[in-house]
């Protein structure tokens, strides 16, 4: 559905950053922290809305006896000329994709999401699903930890109170208010990249980042909304049910402003707690925000809040800063059964594991050093095999170079072992240093080809199956099989 900018900006005039909270598409990839009572996190808000069914799935009710069914017919079928499912089955083209200026919901998938960070053009990061909040869980998080995306089912008690004094965002920290439907999840990924100086984010990026810092968050989610390039690889995998359901969401959001605008005002005038009833029943959809640290301070970055929430200082681990805020937010909802899901954003395993390889490397090179000087036959205690990986000079296929193994500094434990007095000592720790080698680079293959997966798997996902399904279940019906599988099935023979 297309509006005019007037309606548009009517429907976010009393507030720039609109309602618009996205929730889980159903998903059988999604994993809760293990401090919630369930484990399932694809969830949908009540607000979810589909076409209407068509002449032939009516048909296919038809064929069961509605008293059996519990389903009513439609008193006037439509004819097949106006029958909308055939056109919402179709598959989608990359130009109608591209073409789209609403955002589609995103689950809380790690994989879809360095994807779409790789195709944002932001280099070496990696986002990791948290599993738990203890310190034996966080510390399995490689470093550094850019941010933490949290997930959780938003409610009217989240919503920061109207007040007239707007809080101000800090200039040091970038922070896009969520002006559109759906963004959450690509919102709380930017807060959180745009905060990282060190990160390479791409040329895209870079510029838009430029062109939108002197602007206030509510005007910089606006563009981040305009941007074509943004969203179409959010939409990376919309299907042309998820653009209708998200059209007809939006419409009906629109028919709701135009009543409550033409409706007295006494028949505005609610109750506070009727109004967050309805709100409650209405927005119950799932949301990202972000923790980022920034100058010594832990922010949490929520798209639907005016500024960013300075939430404590830190000196060395901010992780815990951020997990005593998350864990608090949790416990307030504990008997709710509501589930959360977190991720980090990290370094790339691909740039941690070429320097401990070239840590590894110059260990080895001083090892030999130390092995020759005192006793020039060491060789020959060692097998062929360890001897054939001995080798200082850098391994590109593994992301390294000269300039790394120059620029390794061992660590305090490697120069203990290398001033040992005994050879044999030193013999055995070259021993391991060889076998940490061939595991570092075992993990770096293994990356690798993770990521090549990774981008295989969306590339298929991106392929739509439901004309094929859709077919399918026409073909089923028509001859007849679908109602005896749903009368089956309804008398619990299956």
Not at 26 to 33: D, G, K, V
Request: some cysteine; charged content about 25%; aromatic content about 8%.
């Amino acid at each position: 559905m297309e509006m005019s900018i007037e309606e548009q900006l009517a429907l976010s005039s009393s507030d720039p950053r609109r309602s618009s909270k996205t929730k889980l598409s159903p998903s059988t990839r999604s994993n809760s922290l293990d401090i919630s009572p369930q484990s399932s996190l694809a969830a949908k808000s009540s607000q979810d809305t589909s076409v209407t069914r068509d002449g032939t799935f009516d048909s296919i009710i038809d064929s069961t006896p509605s008293k059996r069914a519990g389903l009513r017919k439609r008193k006037h079928a439509s004819s097949k000329s106006n029958d909308p499912i055939p056109k919402a089955m179709k598959a989608l083209s990359d130009e109608e994709r591209e073409s789209w200026q609403g955002w589609v919901e995103l689950e809380s998938n790690p994989e879809l999401f360095n994807y779409i960070l790789r195709q944002y053009g932001v280099q070496n990061v990696k986002i990791r699903e948290v599993y738990g909040l203890d310190d034996e869980a966080l510390s399995f998080l490689p470093q550094p930890v850019y941010g933490l995306i949290f997930l959780f089912r938003y409610r009217e008690e989240d919503q920061e109170l109207e007040t007239e004094d707007i809080p101000r965002c800090p200039g040091h920290v970038w922070f896009a208010n969520q002006t559109i439907n759906n963004a959450c999840a690509t919102i709380a990924l930017l807060n959180i990249v745009m905060n990282v100086p060190s990160l390479d984010i791409g040329d895209a990026l870079r510029c838009f980042k430029e062109e939108t810092q002197e602007l206030r968050p509510p005007y910089r989610g606006q563009r981040l909304g305009q941007n074509r390039f943004i969203r179409n690889i959010h939409n990376s995998f919309a299907r042309r049910m998820d653009m209708l359901n998200s059209d007809l969401a939006l419409e009906n959001e629109l028919d709701k402003w135009k009543k409550a605008q033409k409706a007295p005002n006494s028949k505005r005038k609610k109750s506070t707690s009727a109004k967050k009833k309805n709100r409650a029943e209405e927005q119950s959809g799932y949301h990202f925000i972000a923790y980022v640290p920034i100058s010594g301070t832990v922010w949490r970055l929520d798209g639907l809040q005016w500024a960013p929430v300075a939430v404590g200082e830190y000196k060395t681990n901010w992780v815990s800063v951020a997990r005593d805020h998350i864990s608090a937010h949790i416990s307030q909802y504990a008997d709710d059964d509501v589930n959360y899901n977190l991720l980090s954003l990290c370094r790339s395993p691909l740039c941690i594991i070429p320097e401990k390889l070239a840590q590894n490397i110059k260990s080895l090179i001083s090892i030999e050093d130390a092995l020759s000087a005192s006793n020039p036959a060491w060789r020959e205690f060692m097998d062929t095999s360890e001897l054939a990986t001995l080798k200082p000079e850098p391994e590109p296929n593994f992301g390294m170079t000269q300039e790394m193994i120059d620029q390794a500094v061992m660590s305090d434990s490697a120069r203990r072992q290398i001033n040992s007095p005994d050879p044999f000592d030193l013999i055995e720790y070259c021993r391991r240093l060889i076998q940490e080698q061939q595991r570092l680079q075992m993990e770096f293959v293994e990356e690798a080809a993770h990521i090549i997966q990774e981008d295989a798997l969306a590339a298929r996902r991106k392929h739509d199956h439901t004309p094929a399904i859709y077919n399918s279940i026409k073909e089923l019906a028509g001859k007849g099989v679908l109602s005896k599988i749903m009368r089956d099935a309804q008398e619990g023979n299956c």
